[in-house]
């Protein structure tokens, strides 16, 4: 097997691990007596429905996943919306979910299944913003470089499901929220921006954070910000019957795949399950790591792998199409420049970097040689945040279509003699 080979097997491992089917029964409680309602939303949400019904039976329910990304359910509902700028068929059904949420009375129960992806497939403006200027904004915020709890506080509080509202509007029902983890850190808060979660943040960090990474906006959203809060703080008595538990998250992923290189001899050392920042810095920077220790090994020494994961980052600078994942591997190759014995592999878990149908690339020494000899310039494409088409002219990317889960990014670095 190729060392390239190798590192797909891991990431293929640890998103098998982070499959719905395979984890999630086991933090379901015994069926609940009387009127039992499912909810949800995000990439893994119909897998998460799926696994629920296998354990408990078809169910009443609405969940909203991404395009390709429906499963087949025999009581929950599975609307198929856009993904990462919303669409009228999440608005459509977003209302039809909050409509339904609503007529849960005290007795009943809730089960909502949380993912990433629920910050775009769960639509519903605040008042006075339409749903194409919800687009705009998502789109430059998506562009602008923000990290993703800044982002995602700023969809709260343009929001009438985010942020708790999704739970008040089932109270004073039960809730127990089933969450996979997609954020640095594992704070539901900001967990699909937290439909189930109540916030401490203000409308004025929201205009702050827009300032800070200059997104522009029209007056009707800096309007709606001006408005009094509409995000639920956690003492409000509408989240009191609520239940978070994340039962999924970036950690386990890449323990197993650990796990997987250790008995297959690697020395592994893991730089964090929550790294963020811009991705062509990051790729940079486990570069220059990456170069310090292939010098320092010596022949006979174990072979070593560099773990991450975490959210990073793109700020567009260009027009091509790339994700954060892919621009870490092209930034880390040019780093690399050639060198002998280093191969990586960055994929998103859910199987979409960017807004791409691709789920990452893989490099090693040849990268740069085959771009030479395929006409294809890696520092133009880094400048044009080009990442996928560059892997695409070299057949370097790694596409697996819908994962049906999602516990962020996966990157592996092999260091050998």
């Known amino acids: ?7 797909r097997q891991l990431f293929d491992k640890a998103v098998e691990v982070a499959d719905p089917m395979r984890s999630l029964a086991r933090f379901l409680p015994r069926r609940p ?12 949400s119909a897998r998460m429905a799926e696994a629920v ?10 969940v909203i996943t991404r395009y390709g990304y429906g499963r087949p359910c025999r009581g929950i509902e599975i609307v198929e919306a856009a993904h990462p700028v919303p669409d009228e068929s999440g608005l459509k059904a977003t209302a039809r979910m909050l409509d339904l949420v609503k007529t849960a009375g005290e007795g009943d129960f809730v089960l909502a299944l949380i993912s990433g992806g629920a910050s775009a497939l769960l639509v519903a403006p605040a008042e006075g913003v339409s749903l194409a200027e919800k687009q705009a904004v998502n789109a430059a915020l998506l562009a602008s470089g923000a990290p993703i709890d800044k982002m995602n506080t700023v969809r709260k509080h343009l929001s009438r499901v985010k942020g708790g509202q999704l739970a008040a509007a089932a109270y004073p ?6 969450l996979i983890s997609d954020v640095p850190g594992d704070d539901p808060a900001f967990i699909g921006s937290g439909p189930t979660v109540g916030d401490v943040s203000a409308p004025d960090e929201a205009l702050a954070i827009l300032k800070q990474w200059k997104v522009e906006v029209p007056a009707s959203v800096r309007a709606a910000l001006a408005a009094p809060p509409r995000v639920l703080t956690p003492q409000d008595p509408r989240v009191s019957r609520v239940e978070n538990v994340i039962y999924a998250a970036p950690k386990q992923s890449l323990t197993a795949a650990a796990a997987l290189a250790e008995s297959a001899g690697y020395d592994v050392r893991l730089l964090g399950d929550a790294l963020e920042g811009e991705a062509r810095d990051v790729g940079r920077a486990q570069a220059e790591l990456a170069l310090k220790i292939r010098a320092s090994l010596h022949p006979g020494d174990r072979p070593v792998l560099l773990l991450s994961g975490g959210e990073l980052t ?9 994700g954060p994942n892919a621009e870490f ?9 050639g060198e002998d014995g280093i191969h990586a592999i960055a994929c998103d878990t859910d199987g979409v970097d960017g807004a791409a149908e691709v789920a990452g690339a893989v490099i090693g020494p040849q990268t740069l040689g085959l771009a030479s ?14 990442a996928h088409s560059f892997f695409a002219a070299i057949g370097s990317q790694v596409v697996t279509g819908p994962t049906l889960t999602n516990v962020n990014d996966f990157r592996a670095i092999s260091i050998g003699r």
């Open 53 to 62: 019904e296998a354990a408990w039976g078809p169910c009443e329910g609405l």
């Open 314 to 322: 793109v700020t567009r600078r260009g027009n091509g199409v790339g």
């Open 33 to 44: 007596q009387g009127r039992l309602i499912v909810v949800g939303a995000g990439k893994a």
């Open 173 to 178: 029902a039960r809730m127990l929220s089933l």
């Open 373 to 386: 000899a395929a006409g294809f310039d890696p520092q133009a494409a880094l400048a044009a945040n080009d």
């Open 1 to 7: 097997m190729t060392t390239e080979a190798f590192l």
């Open 329 to 337: 591997c092209l930034a880390l190759a040019l780093a690399l420049n």
